[in-house]
């Protein structure tokens, strides 16, 4: 069953129930209502009815004059109008019929009375012959006939037809409000579920690939705009993070194509100075010093990058890296000391006025310094100076490599960071392109980040910023 429909049964289904409780509990409290009024009758007509039927048993009223009217009856009383149909019996101490009167211009139908009745007491009792009820008083005689037993029973046929016309009125009523509840329950449900229908449409579209779709409405006035927010928000998180895969998958994409290029490369030198060796038999125009020595240089080639390649692995494991204390400032001390022994012609400068201590692993740490400066050694042409400075700064460490090149060029500043990206001809030099992606990873590892501009009076300037121990 769909959602419309189950609210529509369970609206009509909760409202049939309180109508049904609503009509038991008028018809209870009307039928009581009817049947105490005519007990009220029955219990206020029988001085009357006595009166009547002492008359008609020929019983001596005592001090009438003629035998008619109430003038000298020792009861006295005013005289009560009886109900058209009313039977009445004037009962001895033995329960014996002394005489009855029917208040009826024709012969109806008697009650199937008793034997012997209770004074004072109510009942209700079957029709002597055919359907119908009586309802039946007893009350004791006063006056000439005292000791007797005056009984008066009147028909229920008027109190059961206004039953039956209150069921009846009740119930087309009932069913003319269900009915009308059921088709404004629909109209109404119909309008207030179309933006889930709208929903559900837009959803179907969606799993169908295209998560550029949103749904509405979208606000926080009702339920139904809270949940299409939610589903909007869910959806944008949703496109965001397979943006993201994509990308990532791009990126993984390249990065393999990338590190396939790169062992190749050395893969090909070696195998290519193999065959030359072992085609020339004879060894007259090999040179064998400069093949072996080629084929060591391409073999270590291929394994500093496969060393870069295994570090960065490890790095994106996200793992705790270690934590000791490291003074950035004394890795800049021995990247300077190495960097002037590599090139004794550069100006390698540090300024270092104070301790600047992280925690991490000191290895990593050491080798993303070391790759700066590297990065700036290769990249920079020769004799340019190289400024490092190691400071903290509103409690944060601050490591900056400066050197004075000609700098980078915007794209070259969105990409310094990528694997295997290398930047123009403009900056000399060559390599795999891993080096300052290494220093971006390490620096994330502990915490930070690794960024890039160029300065004011020229060259590039890389800073790795980390929290202070």
């Known amino acids: 069953m769909t959602l419309r429909f189950r609210l529509v049964f369970a609206l009509v289904a909760l409202t049939t129930v309180g109508l049904a409780v ?95 009745l209770s004074v004072g007491t109510f009942r209700t009792v079957d029709a002597a012959k055919g359907s119908g009820q009586w309802r039946v008083y007893a009350a004791a005689a006063t006056g000439p006939a005292a000791g007797d037993t005056v009984v008066i029973a009147i028909p229920l046929g008027a109190v059961e037809s206004s039953l039956h016309r209150l069921v009846l009125i009740e119930t087309i009523a009932a069913l003319s409000l269900l009915l009308l509840l059921a088709a404004g329950a629909w109209v109404v449900l119909r309008r207030g579920l179309q933006p889930l229908e709208t929903m559900a449409e837009s959803a179907a579209s969606i799993s ?54 790169e062992l190749r490369t050395p893969l090909t030198s070696i195998q290519g100075f193999a065959e030359l060796f072992r085609l020339d038999t004879t060894h007259e125009h090999v040179d064998l010093p400069v093949i072996l020595r080629r084929i060591e240089e391409e073999a270590a080639r291929m394994r500093t990058l496969v060393e870069d390649l295994l570090l960065l692995a490890r790095v994106d494991q996200a793992r705790t890296p270690e934590q000791e204390p490291v003074d950035l400032a004394v890795l800049a001390a021995d990247a300077c000391s190495d ?39 290769r990249h920079t042409p020769s004799g340019t100076p190289i400024e490092l400075d190691a400071r903290v700064v509103d409690s944060e460490a601050l490591l900056t490599v400066r050197d004075h090149g000609p700098g980078l060029d915007t794209e070259a500043l969105h990409h310094a960071f990528d694997r295997f990206w290398q930047a123009d001809a403009a900056r000399a030099g060559s390599g795999v392109g891993l080096g300052l992606s290494i220093v971006a990873a390490i620096a994330a590892e502990h915490g930070g980040e690794a960024t890039v501009t160029n300065a004011p009076d020229g060259g590039a300037a890389f800073t790795i910023t980390l929290p202070v121990a």
Request: charged residues 25%; hydrophobic residues 35%.
């Open 339 to 377: 960097a002037v022994a590599t090139d004794p012609e550069r100006a390698v400068t540090l300024s270092a006025p104070n301790p600047v201590v992280v925690r991490g692993d000191s290895d990593h740490l050491r080798q993303a310094v070391a790759n700066l400066v590297a990065n700036a050694l």
């Open 208 to 261: 169908a690939g295209d998560l550029s779709q949103r749904v509405g409405p979208s606000d926080d006035r009702t339920e139904v705009g809270q949940l299409g927010l939610a589903l909007n928000t869910m959806l944008d998180e949703i496109e965001i993070a397979f943006r993201e895969r994509e990308a990532t998958e791009r990126r993984l994409r390249q990065f393999l194509a990338d590190a396939s290029h």
């Open 22 to 116: 609503f009509g038991v509990t008028t018809y209870s409290l009307y039928a009581r209502t009817e049947h105490q009024r005519v007990d009220d009758t029955l219990r206020s007509s029988a001085l009357s009815v006595g009166r009547d039927l002492d008359e008609k048993a020929g019983i001596d009223l005592g001090g009438r004059p003629d035998g008619k009217g109430n003038a000298g009856d020792p009861r006295g009383g005013p005289t009560v109008l009886v109900p058209v149909g009313t039977y009445a019996e004037l009962r001895d101490a033995n329960d014996k019929v002394l005489t009855a009167v029917e208040y009826a211009a024709v012969t109806t139908n008697q009650p199937k009375l008793a034997k012997h």
